[in-house]
């Protein structure tokens, strides 16, 4: 087991960063996450930057803790958008993703990883393309879910991106305590719903966490309503947080007209 600044100092000095990012999704391990690393940051006097994507299926009250957060403690803060397609788009041409990794993947890879790696070789350093390293800094927990068992506390090299898990170690309890000790501002949509609200894509969700949004947040249950028409309209009649082998599993083609507006509920698997 190793503490957040050994964690951090060894990945400075193997991998020399031209800059240093702290990503802040706007849930409370990464609200941890981001204060521990910016306090050491500032004991080491080097100069850092926190990033959020907006995945555009994001609950905005997330977005604006995250803005506020940011304007306390006076930490440079850049949002970035998905700079191909948007969750619109994704939904337009595949419909809502399933509770599969594969979706889980696609999400990732259009709505968060291609804005971080655009704004990493275009904005971070001295030159695009440039063979320097910038360090990304996560909330991640060894502790956190059984797929997250699965990373390490050792910082891992992904082209121009270093990505580093200061807090791997640490316990949720002693997140919470942290967080109470230091008086940390807390994520009212978390506390509410039990999620960032960061990302809802929908993949590995249930309907239960739609229920959950649409008491707490109507307007982004509305949203979410409004996009399962546009998937319809395009030929993908499932809803949010079920997927194409659920639906066709349960409506066969010869039936699928006379299914078209009938939801289903999947069961909740890990994130």
Known sequence: MRYPKEILES?????????VLLLFSGGHDSM?????CANILDELKID??????DTSIGIPETQEYVKEVCALFKWKLFIRKPPNLDYEELVKKYGFPGPTSTSHQICYRFLKERA??????HECKSAPYKRENVLLLTGIRKQESRIRMGYIDQSQKEGSRVWSNPIFWWST???????????LPRN????KICISGECLCGAFADRGEYLEIKESYPHVAKRIDELHEIAKEHGHPWP???????WYKNNPPNQLNMFMCVGCETKRQET
């Open 240 to 246: 949010w947080s079920s997927g194409p082998n659920e």
């Open 173 to 183: 309890e002693k997140c919470e305590k942290y967080m109470s000790e230091q008086n």
């Open 116 to 121: 971080l790696r655009s704004f990493v070789t």
């Open 32 to 36: 941890v996450s981001s204060h521990v």
């Open 48 to 53: 850092y930057a926190v990033y959020h994507g």
């Open 188 to 191: 009212p949509v978390k506390d």
């Open 11 to 19: 990945a400075i000095e193997e991998y020399k960063p031209v800059k």
